[in-house]
T-cell receptor, first 116, second 109 residues
């Protein structure tokens, strides 16, 4: 089946630093990828839609200058959390629709970010 | 406002029983419906997708969709302890997916 990878799986950083998370589609091309955030015992919240070759589309309330998204190629999207603060600590998950026309999304394994 | 609602549970069923998970959604324009399973600390895993009214069966899982009632459900037959997880309902509107808060299922051996 379709595989989406994320790197790193876990990261601990100090407050004020920036963290980059990579999302790759391993055996298919993805013109669109989605970035979600999940706090403990809560559901996934869509942060933004990453579009290859154009700007990302951010959900209401998500700061685009803080969460920088770059869809560099048909297999890679990156999310950079800039000037991270403890409240940014969360589980970040990317996904991509793998099969044209079905809209079935496949999720990466997630990145656990802890900001100290 | 597009909303996807699920009973958060927890839902407990004995091993071998049928687990029934329910989901309602707010917008009749929604086109595709999905059930994901999420183990603690892991990302969601796609179980079923359903696009038209009626039932869709895959092994022990059956998804049921009723667009008139804006309702989608997931039945798990012969529940196993390994089915214990949080089940997320997702609905697609255009290019975006919206998730319910998930139902926690525990299958008791």
């Amino acid at each position: 089946g379709a595989v989406v990878s994320q790197h790193p799986s876990r990261v601990i950083c100090k407050s004020g630093t920036s963290v980059k998370i990579e999302c790759r589609s391993l055996d298919f091309q993805a013109t669109t990828m989605f970035w979600y955030r999940q706090f403990p015992k809560q559901s996934l919240m869509l942060m933004a839609t990453s579009n290859e070759g154009s700007k990302a589309t951010y959900e209401q309330g998500v700061e685009k200058d803080k969460f920088l998204i770059n869809h560099a190629s048909l297999t890679l999207s990156t999310l950079t959390v800039t000037s991270a603060h403890p409240e940014d600590s969360s589980f970040y998950i990317c996904s991509a629709p793998a099969i044209e026309g079905t809209y079935e999304q496949y999720f990466g394994p997630g990145t656990r970010l802890t900001v100290t | 406002q597009k909303e996807v609602e699920q009973n958060s549970g927890p839902l407990s069923v004995p091993e071998g029983a049928i687990a029934s998970l329910n989901c309602t959604y707010s917008d009749r324009g929604s086109q595709s419906f999905f059930w994901y399973r999420q183990y603690s600390g892991k990302s969601p895993e796609l179980i079923m997708s359903i696009y038209s009214n009626g039932d869709k069966e895959d092994g022990r899982f059956t998804a049921q969709l009723n667009k008139a009632s804006q309702y989608v459900s997931l039945l798990i037959r012969d529940s196993q302890p390994s089915d214990s997880a949080t089940y997320l309902c997702a609905v697609r509107w255009g290019e975006e997916f919206y998730f319910g808060t998930g139902t926690s299922l525990t299958v008791i051996p």
